[in-house]
């Protein structure tokens, strides 16, 4: 067990639909990375945020918002989901970067768009 | 931006024999490469990692080594068990250590043959 936790692990959602991946980091983690893995493009950086604010950006669509909340909770946004949203999303945490840290995976979020 | 790319996609190796994992980075300014396993159904884990200030690190039947002139890092598992049977990822990062700017290989499935 990572002390990362997401949920819900399974959602399955229409097109078009709106869905709130949830993430609590491990204990003390002030950063919560967020990842999404498909088979052909494997895994690919969101977005990250530090203790409460926007840290860094990857490949995040505009349909995509995330927030971190003052207790380090997070939550990825998808909105007008489309089929090729599926995917496994990853949430990470970690200690701020530099010296002997690691990150640390949660079990993932698994989302179906039919 | 970092690229990293991993070879190969699959690898397949009888049970006791060694298994090695090559991947190559874009950014000479990364300083910070971890790999990651990936079991079924969970989450990407760290196994080892290594900093650009030294050539190789071992942790029991796992190892690591990076070149930085030529810009490729390896991972090498010797007298391989059922379960080393796994995705592994390999990653780079100019921010040192945690998943601060991690940008990830697309993985290679390693299977073990009994």
């Known amino acids: 067990d990572s002390g990362v936790t997401q949920t819900p692990k399974h959602l399955i959602t229409a097109t078009g639909q709106r869905v709130t991946l949830r993430c609590s980091p491990r204990?003390?983690?002030?950063?919560v990375y967020w990842y999404q893995q498909s088979l052909d493009q494997g895994l690919q950086f969101l977005i990250q945020y530090y203790n409460g604010e926007e840290r860094a950006k990857g490949n995040i669509l505009e349909r995509f918002s995330a927030q971190q909340f003052p207790d380090l909770h997070s939550e990825l946004n998808l909105s007008s989901l489309e089929l090729g949203d599926s995917a496994l999303y990853f949430c990470a945490s970690s200690v701020p970067s530099g010296g002997d840290t690691e990150a640390f995976f949660g079990q993932g979020t698994r989302l179906t768009v039919v | 931006g970092e690229n990293v790319e991993q070879h190969p996609s699959t690898l397949s190796v009888q049970e006791g024999d060694s298994a090695v994992i090559k991947c190559t980075y874009s950014d000479s300014a990364s300083n910070y490469f971890p790999w990651y396993k990936q079991e079924l159904g969970k989450g990407p884990q760290l196994i080892i990692d290594i900093r650009s200030n030294v050539g190789e690190k071992k942790d029991q039947r796992i190892a690591v080594t990076l070149n930085k002139t030529a810009k490729h890092f390896s991972l090498h598992i010797t007298e391989t068990q059922p379960e080393d049977s796994a995705v592994y990822f390999c990653a780079a990062s100019g921010m040192g250590g945690g998943a601060d700017g991690l940008t990830f290989g697309k993985g290679t499935h390693l299977i073990i043959q009994p």
């Open positions: 204990s003390g983690d002030l950063s």
